[in-house]
């Protein structure tokens, strides 16, 4: 891992993409070897700073919980062994403890999100339409409210710079087609409940998450990406959580709340440097959501 621009170095596969945490390489026609920097994007923005160690993080939530989802199929390969795909041992140091051998499919250009409570993007649209991604919810709710069942609210999928948009489901069936945009929504949903279920003695509220999905060759749905990560979900302590307010979270919402109070920044690129108290007290929030979650 390049300690200068966080970035993966491999020579010996081809780089397909490198996203705002993830650079990704070409593992023949039918696979991808998928790298979790340590690079941080807030507000769809990448920062200059890395998190050291965030990599390993998310990838061992990322496996846990596809491990736990085990009967959902996902784009995790059985056939391939880092060894093989990469048998020089200073690349393979790279890739060691932060990769995924993937089956390469085709991503569904939607962003799967369900909300459980009310904030974030979802907490805005509310305030301003008084619905969520054409859900229309009760009037005045407050902040980081339960909402009545679980939403499933999709967004856009934006490139790197460029920000999500949160959309409603007509959009998500006009985009992939009604068959996987209702398969979507009920795997979603499911995924979203039961580990919402585990979390919950475990201390922890998954606020909200969000799935991405793609095609195999046969047509089939896919899970990919990564699931229920400190980057992909809100963790939130569980004694702390009250209506109206925001409560202690063990994700990268420390680090947004951080970046909100930055008066010279606009969410616009490039991002500002991340001071090393705010990096380590985001990192042990993660740190501390695994820990309670795969124990």
Not at 94 to 113: F, I, K, S, T, Y
Not at 126 to 150: D, F, W
Not at 205 to 228: C, H, P, R, V, Y
Not at 248 to 273: A, I, T
């Amino acid at each position: 891992m390049n300690p200068l621009n966080h970035h993966a170095t491999l020579s010996s596969l081809p780089l397909v993409h490198r996203g705002k945490v993830r650079d990704v390489y070409a593992v023949g026609d039918e696979h991808l070897l998928i790298i979790a920097t340590d690079r941080l994007s807030a507000f769809d923005v990448v920062m200059p700073t890395a998190l050291p160690g965030k990599g390993q993080l998310l990838t061992k939530m990322a496996l846990f919980w596809f491990a736990h989802f085990a009967e959902i199929p996902n784009h995790l390969s059985t056939t391939l062994h880092l060894e093989d795909v990469l048998p020089d041992p200073q690349e393979r140091a790279q890739a060691q403890g932060r990769c995924m051998l993937v089956q390469r499919l085709q991503a569904l250009p939607v962003e799967a999100v369900v909300r459980g409570y009310l904030i974030g993007s979802g907490w805005k649209d509310y305030q301003a339409t008084g619905a969520v991604c054409g859900h229309t919810l009760a009037a005045n709710l407050p902040l980081a409210a339960q909402l009545p069942e679980p939403l499933f609210t999709p967004a856009s999928k934006a490139a790197v710079g460029d920000h999500d948009e949160n959309i409603d489901f007509d959009a998500v069936v006009a985009a992939v087609g009604r068959d996987h945009a209702e398969h979507m929504r009920r795997l979603s949903l499911d995924i979203y409940q039961r580990a919402a279920q585990y979390a919950r003695p475990r201390g922890l509220i998954i606020a909200d998450t969000k799935f991405e999905f793609g095609l195999n060759k046969a047509g089939d749905l896919i899970l990919m990406d990564e699931i229920l990560t400190p980057d992909s979900s809100r963790f939130w302590e569980a004694s702390s959580w009250r209506e109206g307010h925001n409560p202690h979270s063990y994700d990268k919402q420390f680090m947004r709340d951080y970046l909100v109070s930055l008066p010279d920044w606009n969410r616009e690129p490039p991002g500002p440097e991340i001071p090393s108290e705010i990096t380590s007290a985001t990192l042990a929030r993660y740190r501390e959501a695994l820990t309670r979650l795969s124990s």
